[in-house]
C-alpha cells in the first residue's frame, strides 16, 4: 500500500486504531493537554535558564516556527556516565 515499487514508498502510512478503552481514555485526557502541555514548557524554560551556564551540557533544541511539549527534556554530555550518577545521588532519575 502506498508504493508501486517494493519497500519504496511514495507516502507513509499510519496504524492508527485505537480501540474503545484508550479512545475514552483520551476522552478525558485531551480537555487537559494544553495545560499540561503549558507546564512542560515552563519547566522547560526553567531548565533552560539554570542550565544554560554548564558548557559541557547539549540543552533540547528549538525549532522556530514548531512547538516543543518536552515529553522528554534530554540533555546530552560527554560525561554522561559521571552526570548520571551525579543525579542519582541527588535522587533525580535518569534513563
Request: proline share 4%; hydrophobic share 40%.
Amino acid at each position: 500500500y502506498g508504493s508501486q515499487q517494493k519497500y519504496y514508498n511514495e507516502r507513509i502510512g499510519y496504524n492508527s486504531r485505537l480501540d474503545e478503552l484508550q479512545a475514552a481514555v483520551l476522552r478525558v485526557k485531551r480537555p487537559h493537554l494544553a495545560a499540561w502541555t503549558a507546564e512542560r514548557q515552563r519547566l522547560a524554560a526553567e531548565y533552560d535558564a539554570r542550565l544554560a551556564g554548564l558548557p559541557e551540557l547539549i540543552l533540547p533544541r528549538t525549532v522556530p516556527g514548531a512547538t516543543h511539549v518536552y515529553h522528554l527534556y534530554v540533555v546530552r554530555t560527554a560525561r554522561r556516565d559521571a552526570l548520571q550518577q551525579h543525579l542519582a545521588a541527588a535522587g533525580i532519575g535518569t534513563l
